[in-house]
Antibody
């Protein structure tokens, strides 16, 4: 079935980095862009960035520009998200999600489906 | 960057109809999609392309857009619809996406 499976929970100290993986199965990985979204405890969803099918293009939320790096290994059907210079405010659940799009009469429209199960990242000294 | 504004909380009596709204200029250009999130679970898309439902999403969920406001309507709300709902859309001119702040739906 179509799914994204993420790596397990991580704990880091402030100032460290973390790299989370997102492995795709059940669809042609190289046909789809992938988003990353995070959710701090008790908070809403926050869009972080997107990577294109080949990994040659990325776009990041201004909030994460320069501190987050998205990469992908097409041979392993896996996308990676790395966050540097972690602080306690980066404690959150991180999700990957496949981008879908369709052309309508008014232009392109997009949606995120499926989502990975989420990876808890805890930053604490 | 653009913003999408949602009411933080909405309640509905069991079996009644509820509308959850999402306001922002970017929905004038790109249709919003809607996500349901239950505690401890990943979000699930319930509406995309203005008013399309993925397979497995009940027909009581519908979507619409008027001007700068996208709406998710649940006709005949069920207890299992109690969840957080988020809208999402793409920025007009750049490859950035935006989520609304989320609406907590309580079914009474």
């Amino acid at each position: 079935q179509v799914q994204l499976v993420q790596s397990g929970a991580e704990m880091r100290k402030p100032g460290a980095s973390v790299k989370v993986s997102c492995k795709a199965s059940g669809f042609v990985f190289t046909n789809f862009w992938v988003h990353w979204v995070r959710q701090a405890p008790g908070q809403g969803l926050e869009w972080m960035g997107i990577i294109n099918p080949s990994g040659s293009y990325t776009s990041y939320s201004l909030k994460f520009q320069g501190r987050v790096t998205l990469t992908r290994d097409t041979s392993a059907s896996t996308v990676y998200m790395e966050v540097n210079s972690l602080t306690s405010e980066d404690t959150a659940v991180y999700y990957c999600a496949r981008d879908n799009s369709v052309t309508t009469m008014t232009g392109l429209t997009w949606w995120l489906d499926p989502w990975g199960q989420g990876t808890v990242v805890t930053v604490s000294s | 960057s653009s913003e999408l504004t949602q009411d933080p909380a909405v309640s509905v009596a069991l079996g009644q109809t509820v509308r959850i709204t999402c306001q922002g200029d970017i929905v004038r250009t790109h249709y919003a999609s809607w996500y349901q999130q239950k505690p401890g679970q990943a979000p699930v898309v319930v509406i995309y392309n203005r008013n399309n439902r993925p397979s497995g999403i009940p027909a009581r969920f519908s979507g619409s857009t008027s001007g700068d406001t996208a709406s998710l309507t649940i006709t005949g709300a069920q207890a299992e619809d109690e969840a957080d709902y988020y809208c999402n859309s793409r920025e007009t001119t750049i490859d950035h996406w935006v989520f609304g702040g989320g609406t907590k739906l309580t079914v009474l």
